[in-house]
């Protein structure tokens, strides 16, 4: 069975670190792995994205130089979180994508597999 678990999300001060872990029920490097998020009344938007095939690593726009995400095993990808700003609080899903999403890595519709999603709240 497929199965994406998120951990480590909490209360952080702005300007504070935070890493979530997504721990994957298979091994993934056949699967492009990504994080979203969604805050309340905001759709889900892409954050970051790694790709199967040659490991790249792709960010949105307002996190570049603040997040990072890897793979810190076979089944357990990663996303540290530095420099965490009030408008980061959301909550982070895990989804994957064997072999990488049809479209963009950026695009939610495309990716097939989901976790319940870890909160992330950085107050001010």
């Known amino acids: 069975q497929v199965r994406l678990v998120e951990s480590g999300g909490g209360l952080v001060h702005v300007g504070g670190s935070l890493i979530v872990a997504c721990a994957a029920s298979?091994?993934?490097?056949?699967?492009?792995m990504s994080w979203f998020r969604q805050a309340p009344g905001n759709d889900r938007e892409f954050v970051a994205a790694?790709?199967?095939?040659?490991?790249?690593t792709y960010y949105e726009d307002s996190v570049k130089g603040r997040f990072t995400i890897s793979r810190d095993s076979s089944n357990t990808v990663l996303l540290l979180m530095n420099s965490l700003k009030p408008e980061d609080t959301a909550l982070y899903f895990c989804?994957?994508?064997?072999?990488?999403?049809?479209?963009?890595?950026?695009?939610?519709?495309?990716?097939?597999?989901w976790g319940q999603g870890t909160q992330v709240t950085v107050s001010s």
């Open positions: 790694l790709t199967w095939s040659d490991g790249a």
């Open positions: 298979f091994p993934t490097f056949r699967y492009t």
């Open positions: 989804a994957a994508e064997k072999f990488g999403p049809s479209g963009g890595y950026d695009i939610s519709d495309d990716y097939t597999y």
